[in-house]
């Protein structure tokens, strides 16, 4: 009878012998793999996995086995347009963050940008059916956020980065006191003879953004101020660009501005510059992040610590214990924290 490339023969089922013999193992190292026990090296368990994939072999004890074999690979969806996100050096950091943890672990990172929350969600319902994940780490919590139950329906393990949701099924990982860092940036403003401070957020759905924008407004009217001008954004350069020049025009003009990243604080800062203004002499600039790009800018750029490195390194390892692995709890700072450079300045006297 012939058999094919993989060394499958057509009409014959395959055995577990076929299957070591494919792979170079001893039967009792593939059913190692498959029941998740044992020493194997990552390598040698993925190529038994990938050996019985080629083969077909799926008896219904295997089978079973199968489904329950664990992935050793974590799922990061991002709601995010390709061009944003390769434009935004946070899910560079965070990511940066993340494998840190997971690859001396034998861990891999699987992400994903998907356009919307069903999208999302639909994808969610398709790595768990597939069993191509043991667990994910999700963003951009909104209101109302719908993943934290449809992954515990799904038993698929999960963290949560940043503002928690109401009744929340998945631990919260981040910075404590989140609003600490918009209360030292209109602190230091404030300090600075700044009166005119405007705003430039992310989308109004997310919770992150109704926190610091809600911080933001009471900080304001503590310090006796005016309720500041407010512009949401999709994070996006061109939405930073529009937003600064539209806040530039007004008859009023911001002698501050804050951004709710450090990527839309540099496109605001050479929006500003366009137009004809000298930061910090004409207007001060704050972004939050504290990415490494702010360090390289002329002016060097002022913005909130938010540990994005060490929370996604946090995230990590509150998932990876959460799929079984023995790790210590992480530990983070209490609040994000205000880095004081040279993109803000005295307001100017006119």
């Known amino acids: 009878m012939s058999g094919d490339v ?13 299957v070591a013999a ?46 329950s074999a664990r992935t050793r690979t974590l799922a990061l969806v991002v709601r995010r347009p390709t061009d944003v996100l390769g434009a935004d050096p946070h899910f560079s950091e965070l990511i940066t963050g993340i494998e840190g943890e997971l690859a001396p672990r034998g861990y891999g990172l699987l992400l994903h940008l998907v356009a919307d929350v069903e999208e999302e969600g639909a994808l969610y319902e398709r790595l768990a059916a597939e069993k191509r994940v043991d667990g994910a780490v999700l963003t951009d919590a909104r209101a109302d956020d719908p993943r934290p139950a449809l992954l ?11 503002a928690p949701t109401p009744h929340a099924d998945v631990p919260v990982v981040g910075l404590g006191n989140q609003g600490a860092g918009v209360q030292e940036v209109v602190g230091h403003l404030r300090e600075l003879g700044h009166t005119r401070i405007a705003y430039v957020a992310g989308p109004a759905e997310l919770q992150h953004t109704r926190l610091r924008l809600a911080v933001f407004e009471e ?6 101020l ?3 001008a407010v512009r949401h954004t999709d994070f996006s350069e061109a939405a930073a660009v529009a937003a600064t020049r539209e806040l530039l025009a007004a008859d009023e ?16 800062i050479g929006t500003a510059q366009r137009a004809g203004l000298r930061v910090p002499d004409d207007l001060s600039v704050v972004g939050y992040d504290n990415l490494p790009l702010g360090r390289w800018l002329h002016p060097r750029l002022t913005t909130v610590d938010q540990q ?8 990590a390892r509150t998932l990876l214990a959460r799929c079984g692995e023995d790790l210590p709890a992480a530990r983070l700072d209490d609040r994000p924290r205000l880095v004081v450079r040279e993109s803000t300045g005295p307001a100017p006297l006119n």
């Open 6 to 18: 993989s060394g499958r023969k057509t009409g014959v089922r395959p055995t577990i012998k076929a």
């Open 22 to 67: 494919a792979a170079g193992v001893s039967t009792a190292a593939v059913s190692q793999a498959f029941n998740d026990k044992g020493r194997l090296a990552e390598a040698t368990r993925q190529r038994i996995l990938e050996a019985a994939l080629d083969l077909g072999w799926s008896p219904s004890a295997s089978a079973t086995a199968l489904r």
């Open 152 to 162: 515990t329906r799904l038993g698929l393990p999960a963290v949560l980065l940043g």
């Open 219 to 224: 900080t304001l009217a503590a310090a006796g």
């Open 226 to 228: 005016a309720p500041a």
């Open 253 to 268: 003009r911001p002698t501050a501005l804050v951004y709710a990243n450090d990527s839309m604080a540099v496109c605001g």
């Open 308 to 315: 994005v490195q060490r929370v996604g390194a946090a995230a």
